[in-house]
């Protein structure tokens, strides 16, 4: 799975790189027990994208905030926006992982380098987006 | 239990529980037994629906065969009958019961050929549901593995980095900061090329005695002239 992973993500810095105008992008592999490398593009690393992937899925992460930064009396409100904004939002989902939000774009695992270049480009500007207009919630 | 049941009841607990707990490993090897199961009994089903439904396809053929030699020896009785060769139509008739014997036997036979193929295919549909459910029941349990794992590793590995995970507005303030300075330095070269562009053009035009650096030429070309003249009564004198 490690080796497929990797093999699946190979030439994928450039494509993404390329999708998002020239930007340097650099992918870390993570150790673990389960195989995810890091996508870090440049001048938005404090907004890595992770891509894991399982039996079923090839899964793009971005971790948003942690529970404990949303401000308590908004958090039924951001809950239902965030509800709400999840069809809206061109190829990426939210989702919460333990307490951490996250912004998601799952693929078969018979993706090409190129569909997982493309969701991770979308998936790294509705990050972006997503937070600028959801800061509201948060301390 | 349905397993998206089991991981709503596990996501009450905390992350690291349900990492470890969510593929419940005698559960997971029992599912795939039985699709194991499943898949080797649809192999056998199917080998036996073509064998049975081979046949009830000769038990058809030999039903129209039937019909058909029932009707010629019916004929050939009437005939016997009409040239009034009455032992001749009683033997052709003995012949007929006997062919009306062997056509209710194919078609009993006909009849349970083709309720065996529809329990067959019942069969091979029902294991096949059985297989696509287990399979999504595992995909399910070790997609929520995998990823509350991941995430176990991606949080471990920024602990072990040494680098705090910034808060989410940190985080925004910052990439906006260097997009905007980013931002400031394209406008501050697109300005600088532009004075750049601008001084160089002035030049050229006043070169070619063109615009307001022209004037300025022609004004110290009058000044020389007037300063000429000013030198010549001097030098009459």
Redesign the interface.
């Known amino acids: 799975m490690e080796q497929s992973l990797r093999d699946k993500l190979d030439g994928l810095d450039s494509i993404v790189g390329t999708l998002m105008g020239g930007l340097a992008v650099q992918l870390h592999p ?5 195989p ?1 490398v ?1 996508v870090s593009i440049e ?2 690393e ?2 890595p994208i ?1 891509v ?6 090839i ?1 793009c ?1 971005c ?4 529970d404990s ?1 949303v401000l308590t009396e908004r958090r039924t409100e951001l809950l239902e926006t965030l509800l709400d904004l999840n069809p809206s939002v061109p190829l990426s989902s939210f989702g919460r ?4 939000y996250v912004l998601f774009g799952a693929l078969a695992l018979n993706a090409r380098t190129a569909d997982i270049a493309e969701d991770i480009a979308a998936l790294s500007d509705n990050a ?1 987006d997503a ?2 207009a959801l ?1 509201e919630f ?2 | 239990m349905s397993v998206i049941k089991k991981v709503v009841t596990l996501l009450r607990g905390s992350a690291r529980e349900i990492a470890e707990n969510v593929v419940d490993a005698n559960a997971t090897r029992i599912y795939e037994q039985e699709i194991i199961d499943a898949k080797q009994s649809i192999l056998e089903a199917r080998s036996s629906l073509t064998d049975v439904m081979a046949r009830e396809m000769q038990s058809a053929r030999a039903v129209t065969r039937l019909d058909g030699e029932i009707a010629h020896y019916e004929g050939l009785a009437l005939e016997a009958l009409n040239k009034s060769e009455e032992a001749l139509a009683e033997e052709v008739a003995g012949k007929v019961a006997a062919l009306e014997q062997d056509l209710e036997e194919q078609r009993q036979a006909q009849q349970s050929f083709a309720s065996q193929v529809s329990q067959l295919k019942e069969l091979i549909k029902a294991a096949e549901a059985k297989i696509r459910e287990h399979e999504r029941q595992i995909a399910i349990a070790k997609t929520t593995e995998s990823v509350y794992k991941a995430t176990q590793s991606i949080s471990d590995n920024i602990g072990h980095s040494g680098s705090r995970l910034a808060s989410a507005r940190e985080s925004l303030e910052r990439i906006k900061q260097r997009h905007e300075h980013l931002a400031d330095r394209l406008q501050a070269s697109e300005q600088l090329d532009r004075e750049l562009g601008e001084k160089a053009l002035a030049s050229k035009l006043a070169a070619a005695g063109i615009g307001q650096d022209a004037d300025r030429q022609r004004q110290r070309q009058v000044m020389e002239r007037i300063r000429a003249r000013q030198a010549k009564p001097t030098e009459g004198q």
């Open positions: 993570i150790p673990g027990p389960v995810v890091q001048g938005r404090e907004l992770y894991t992937c399982s039996d079923s899925q899964l992460l971790y948003l905030w942690n930064e992982i333990g307490d951490r972006l937070l600028e800061s948060l301390q």
